[in-house]
T-cell receptor, first 108, second 116 residues
Framework: GIQVEQSPPDLILQEGANSTLRCNFS?????LQWFHQNPWGQLINLFY???GTKQNGRLSATTVATERYSLLYISSSQTTDSGVYFC??????????FGSGTRLLVRP | DTEVTQTPKHLVMGMTNKKSLKCEQH?????MYWYKQKAKKPPELMFV???????INESVPSRFSPECPNSSLLNLHLHALQPEDSALYLC???????????????FGNGTRLTVT
């Protein structure tokens, strides 16, 4: 099956800093989603982005499907950005495969 | 605010109890999912309902029994659970049936289950 690797595993930022999270996958995909899980466990869909670039406020994402990676950019980070960011991918199967996540802590 | 509502938020149950988790969505989504998440791990798929029919069972033990009474509701019936079943249980939905997995997945806030 498809392997998903996220980096870095842990990230600590000062409020206001920018960051880039990476998701590498081992096979071609037709489904890629980024999620944020806050410290209370709520899992929010940030982007559905099997290819191309999207932006939503301070967040943007780019997927280069031919090179099997996706990037999530967080600009001007805020303490509320803390939590775990998951990348999940799907190929020919129905199933979304989740990466292990990047744990982000934004300090005030 | 999430558009997928789960109740209860917290549940503590003994190993001999029977309880149910409930999930509701009013987005007209035709695929609904149960996931289990252990601490510091990603969510793991348990079941998928597509157009109110059970499409996928990821080899889940029979002490977990899903039910989809209608297109908006999803239940997970629990019986004779083990302490290792303690976890966050997440419901999710997406458009268009099982192939709708190729559309955004929307999660509820989860039920934090503790089995004593």
């Amino acid at each position: 099956g498809i392997q998903v690797e996220q980096s870095p595993p842990d990230l600590i930022l000062q409020e206001g800093a920018n960051s880039t999270l990476r998701c590498n996958f081992s096979d071609s995909v037709n489904n890629l989603q980024w999620f944020h899980q806050n410290p209370w466990g709520q899992l929010i869909n940030l982007f559905y982005i099997p290819s191309g670039t999207k932006q939503n406020g301070r967040l943007s994402a780019t997927t280069v499907a031919t090179e099997r990676y996706s990037l999530l950019y967080i600009s001007s980070s805020q303490t509320t950005d803390s939590g775990v960011y998951f990348c999940a991918v799907g190929g020919s199967s129905y199933k979304l495969i989740f990466g292990s996540g990047t744990r982000l802590l934004v300090r005030p | 605010d999430t558009e997928v509502t789960q109740t209860p938020k917290h549940l503590v149950m003994g190993m001999t109890n029977k309880k149910s988790l409930k999930c509701e969505q009013h987005m007209g989504h035709r695929a609904m999912y149960w996931y289990k998440q252990k601490a510091k791990k990603p969510p793991e798929l348990m079941f998928v309902y597509s157009y109110e029919k059970l499409s996928i069972n990821e080899s889940v033990p029979s002490r977990f029994s899903p039910e989809c009474p209608n297109s908006s509701l999803l239940n997970l019936h629990l019986h004779a659970l083990q302490p290792e079943d303690s976890a966050l249980y997440l419901c999710a939905s997406s458009q268009g049936g099982i192939l709708g997995v190729r559309s955004p997945l929307h999660f509820g806030n989860g039920t934090r289950l503790t089995v004593t």
